[in-house]
């Protein structure tokens, strides 16, 4: 008999070896790939944990929307006969006592986590869904005052300019400069691109390599713009940044939690179909 224990050992083998796997493709082109694919997912799943956008995407690549069973059926859609569910983590939540002002009092707090199932989308039918405005178009003419804005709330100054060398972009702590020959598409994935290091790389991480920090960076800039449905240029090739599993596997969380970060900022409550469902868990890793 499977336990809970057992599945959730599974989970956390399938994403150690889905990252293993990548690091060690000798296929620039193909590892360049697959890396694309999984910003995406994270621009999809940006509202959940690490562990879980990856493991939705390692199980169902192309989920757009996952829910339960049961919220499925609220919404008025049913999974499909035969369907296999997508495992993974949720929270075991439970009341424990706490010391509080010289008193106990108690809590509701995670105490472990549990695999569970949820459906994508396409493993279901029934009422059509309202569809996610996200208030932007490929150009980003709509996206850039919002990014502006957002890098404002953030309390970082923005300027435009002419930037001498080949640089498109600087990140000066609490000063960001964008060369100002720019389009408005490139505008705005520069801009997510020095907001990352902004935001990762001024105070903390400083003991991470320099392609490290860039791989970070631009692997924010791509799922942030993703999401608002504009589609970059980059090319990651990870062999070049000299990344290891270790290193990704760190990153990886990193950029997942940044590009939330930002995505919330820009929206202003970043709240989707699925912050509501119980597939927007906290990974073992996170919590």
């Not at 989920?63 to 999974?79: D, E, I, M």
Request: aromatic share 6%; proline share 3%; with cysteine.
């Amino acid at each position: 008999m499977t336990t809970n224990t057992d599945q959730t050992q599974e989970l956390n083998d399938k994403i150690n070896e889905s990252i293993t796997t990548l690091c060690a493709e000798t296929d620039a082109a193909k590892q360049d790939e697959t890396y694309r694919a999984w910003l995406c997912t994270l621009s999809r799943f940006y509202s959940y944990s690490f562990n879980n956008w990856l493991l939705i995407y390692t199980q169902r690549p192309d989920a757009t929307r996952v829910a339960g069973f049961q919220t499925w059926k609220s919404l008025g859609r049913f999974v499909k006969k035969g369907e296999r569910g997508i495992r993974i983590f949720a929270p075991i939540i439970r009341k424990v006592e706490e010391e509080k002002n010289g008193s106990a009092e108690q809590v509701m707090r995670p105490v472990g986590f549990r695999s569970i199932a949820v459906f994508a989308l396409e493993q279901t039918d029934g009422e059509p869904l309202p569809a996610i405005d996200s208030n932007a178009t490929e150009g980003g003419e709509e996206l850039l005052p919002r990014l502006e804005a957002t890098t404002a709330a953030l309390g970082i100054q923005l300027v435009y300019k002419a930037i001498p060398g080949a640089a498109e972009g600087l990140s000066k702590g609490g000063l960001i400069e964008i060369e100002e020959a720019l389009s408005t598409a490139a505008r705005c994935g520069v801009i997510v691109h020095e907001l990352a290091h902004e935001l990762l790389h001024k105070e903390n991480r400083k003991d991470t390599t320099r392609q490290q920090r860039e791989l970070e960076a631009e692997s924010v800039s791509f799922a942030v713009l993703a999401h608002y449905g504009i589609h970059t240029e980059s090319r990651f090739y990870l062999a070049s940044y000299d990344v290891t599993t270790e290193m990704l596997t760190a990153s990886l969380q990193t950029i997942s939690q940044t590009a939330k970060r930002i995505i919330c900022t820009i929206d202003g409550n970043g709240k989707t179909i699925e912050d509501a469902d119980e597939g927007s868990a906290p990974s073992p890793v996170t919590a």
